[in-house]
């Protein structure tokens, strides 16, 4: 295997995009296996990209969003870590989601053992019309893609969810518990936060979405963040961090201050901020 082209790929992308590893997540939790039928196709990741359309989301963020993943399944780099896997092939389905209740799989499960495959997948999900939809549940989100392996038809040698969006959570089951219990399965979750904006008083955002994905979301052996914050940069951020996810990497691990062992953001900011804006709900502190 042509371990070393890869490594100087990966390495010079890295250094690029800017990364944020949080490892915190990676020894408690061994690979499980969730699709034990005979008949399971043994690949090198099963992969669930989950996408945000709630309307924070505008239509050229949204458009990037998928514009990312396409370019990014159609690389070199891509196709190079996917050469170079054990199996040389990968599962991936893709979804969007938006509130507690509102996700829908744009593409089912496929698998992309080459440039073809790799190509058809990329169109499946251009064909897509887009849509917006209210609230941020990336609970929701993760509620929804955490079974969506047990009848992949494929058995991963890795399991990963891949989140991306632009808030926090605010609607739904508390995201803490909800990650906690993806975990638990042996599946790795991956964040990428878009922050694009600047918070505003008219908005519900939050300044450091970085740090949120970091504590509140992403966990599993290898979970890394990779935070958008220019238009520029998107495709570039998706494409590499994907290359990452193929070939079972992260990126350099960021030095964290002994002090951050203590939470850096609270993971229930979101809702407190919905409810300070609209009233309701629980009194999250």
């Known amino acids: 295997m042509r371990r070393h082209g890869l490594t100087k790929v990966i390495a010079g992308a890295v250094a690029a995009a800017g990364f944020a590893l949080a490892a ?17 196709l ?12 709630s309307y924070s989301m505008d239509p050229e963020e949204q458009a990037l969003q998928r514009e990312g993943y396409i370019t990014a399944l159609t690389s070199k780099e891509f196709l190079r870590a996917l050469r170079e896997g054990p199996n040389g092939k990968i599962a991936v389905t893709y979804f969007e ?24 997948v990329a169109a499946e999900i251009a064909r897509a019309p887009y849509r917006r939809a209210s609230r941020t549940s990336i609970s929701g989100a993760l509620q929804f893609a955490k079974p969506l392996f047990d009848n992949s038809g494929y058995r991963g040698l890795r399991r990963v969810i891949d989140v991306s969006g632009d808030g926090a959570n605010n609607n739904g089951p508390l995201v803490v518990p909800t990650r906690d219990d993806v975990l638990a399965a042996g599946i790795t979750i991956n964040g990428l936060p878009i922050m694009l904006k600047r918070p505003n008083i008219a908005s519900i955002d939050i300044e450091n979405l970085d740090v949120y994905y970091e504590d509140c979301v992403i966990g599993g052996p290898g979970a890394f963040v990779v935070p958008i914050r220019e238009r520029e940069k998107f495709i570039e951020a998706t494409r590499t961090k994907l290359v990452l996810e193929v070939a079972g990497r992260q990126p350099e691990e960021r ?9 850096r953001v609270s993971c229930t900011i979101g809702e407190k ?3 300070d804006r609209w009233g309701g709900g629980i009194d999250f502190q």
């Open 24 to 40: 915190a997540w990676a020894a408690p939790y061994a690979p499980k296996f969730a699709d034990k039928s005979p008949g399971a």
């Open 42 to 53: 043994p690949v090198d990741v099963e992969l669930v990209i989950a996408v945000d359309v």
């Open 273 to 275: 901020m919905w409810r």
């Open 97 to 120: 989601w938006a509130g507690q209740s509102d996700q829908k799989v744009v593409m089912p499960w496929r698998l992309i053992d080459g440039p073809e495959a790799a190509d058809a």
């Open 255 to 263: 030095v964290i201050p002994v002090s951050s062992e203590a939470p």
